[in-house]
């Protein structure tokens, strides 16, 4: 009775409890002290696809997750990868993490992850399974799509706000794959070798980020492994960096299926395994979950004291942690799901990041008054980019196609379309070939490009696999289902010629000097015809900028310069050798000039910057350098650039890097405006990662500061020194 009365007790003071404060951790104990072990580690691991059991007799409910990262996944069946077939799960796509990247605008990050959070708790997810913030390190990455570029503190800059958005709903953020998940080939075994410079200075920052300034409440490992062991169950990531350096206090969860040991797990830092097969049990609605590496053989290794309690303790006090964050808050909101307001951030996410790359004579943008026939050429004008690519597949509400985008922009013109290649219908893992014929195709899109004023030609990749889709990398770096011939004759017949790349990788431009127009599209969501409309209208003028290099070749991308032991490795082991030269830090360095740098991106207007300078000329560890600049907009329409500000050291005891970038602002003018912007930069941010004392360090000596537009647009060098 009093034990019951004790309960009773408990469990109100739980609910009235509201959000979770220090004081919460009192609570948690308590709760530890009443449950059995049993239900303990039932509570680590998998019911369902997507659910983790409760605690009936104590009110602990069930966990809840999705997908992640650009819109709440449609329903999966409870025990199969099926889709549920729910009619009411419905979602707003959101543009891909790429497209968010080049907006450079952590603002609207926030609006971004503020209204997915949203969307998740309208549907009672508790855990979002998103963002991913692996670097951009090889554009074959099949998910470079759902990632935020090459570039680690434009990452982390994105990064935490879109997790606090998400996370003020009651829904916890799941930063994945930590860590070094930089490809899809061999990704569920393959074992990356990497120097600690490289894995503290590039592929950790965006997730210390995120659990640092952005205080995530989950992080998802890896299905790679990392000096010999599976990322889920690393002690060093997740014992001695993840939990210890960082103080993460929220919960480890596996990739799906990434758990492969039960003393691992245990003592290496996971708390919540899901998605593990068990030798066929899975098919089973029965027994199988209670066969995962934290089930059974966990419990029998608790019960035999060959683990200590405390193990197990610790998972349960950060599920229960999570618990009090998400489905235990009561003062959470209801959640709302495709509302207005979600399209419109979905709308001016995709136009601040459309990046356009080339737009020689200012072809574009097009007048919607005297333009009167446009062909619009391509399978990506109609394909819905919002299904297909793996776990990030959505179910949309309505998805705006490029093709009716553009009829609805330009009302009065006559528009025509034709496919001109067919890539076939995609199912996850496999590309069905198509059966249009590829000929007849090709010379329809030429016979009504000759009818139109001008082309707009939509291609690129697609969500397909093998294309940008979790499981495969891409297999060449060249466009796919013959596009670059159809683009070379469709150029040779019109100047008027523009191209829009659908994708969220680089790919190679074969034809780059025949075509005057080309728009970097990514995946756009919901939104996407419409934003594409905005900007070959000049009703939204571009301000993207590239969040990755596009190389000319892909020797040129370091990964893939030091051949295949690099990438993709010999199936076991695979070695970072460009080490931290990622992305423009390696063409920078190495002086190979790319095709379009990384933070490239013109606008329809231009920009001067001018007064630039730093408030003095000499700083001292933990001092800040004010770097102040007056941008004006010289041109007739309003717009917005990114004034980027890069730091190099010629002089150093370690390879450095030409320039890295430190702090960036977005900024919008009308024509004629000009405005004095402020960019702080932390001495202590100029730091290497000094492997011999496992700690960072700042020289001494002479740098240079780089303020410009782009990565090789710098307007003006500033040198300055550190004492
Ligand atoms: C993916 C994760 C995803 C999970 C659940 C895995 O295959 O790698 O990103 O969250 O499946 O769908």
Redesign the pocket.
Known sequence: MKYLISTFVLLLSIHASGQYTPATEAKIDSLINLLTLEEKVAMCHAQS??STPGVDRLGIPELW?S??PHGV?PE?SWDSWAHAGWTNDFSTAFPALTCLAATFNPELSYKYGFALGQEARYREKDIL??P?VNIYRTPLNG?NF?YMGEDPLLASKLVVPYIKGVQENGVAA?V??YVL?NQEKW?SHINVEISDRALYEIYLPAFKAAVIEGEVWSI?GA?NQYRGQFCSHNERLNNTILKGEWGFDGVVIT????AHDTRQSAMYGLDLE??TGTDGLTTSAENAYDYYYLAKPFLELLRAGEIPEEVVNDKVRRILRTMYRTNMNTSKGFGKMNSNTHSEIAREVATEGIVLLKNESSLLPLDVNTTKTIAVIGENATRSMTIGG???ELKAKYEISPLVGIQKAFSSATILHSMGYASGPSLYGETIPTVLDADSLYKAAIETAKKADFIVFIGGLNKSYQQDC??ADRLVYGLPYGQDELIKELAGLNKNFSLVLVSGNAIEMPWIDEVPTILQAWYLGSEAGFAIADIITGKVNPSGKLPFTFPVALEDNAAHHFGELSYPGDSINQYYKEDILVGYRWHDTKEIEPLFAFGHGLSYTQFELTKIGADQKKYALNDIIFLSCEVKNSGKVAGATVVQVYVGKEKSKVERAKKELKGFKKIYLEPGESQTIEIPISINNLAFYNETISGWEVEEGAYTIYVGEASDKITREIAISVK
Do not use: P, T
């Open positions: 696809k997507f997750m997908d992640g996944r999966i399974l998103g991913g998910r759902e799941c994945k794959h998940n990704r998802m299905y990739d799906w299926g990434a899901m998605g793996g776990s990030s979790e499981g």
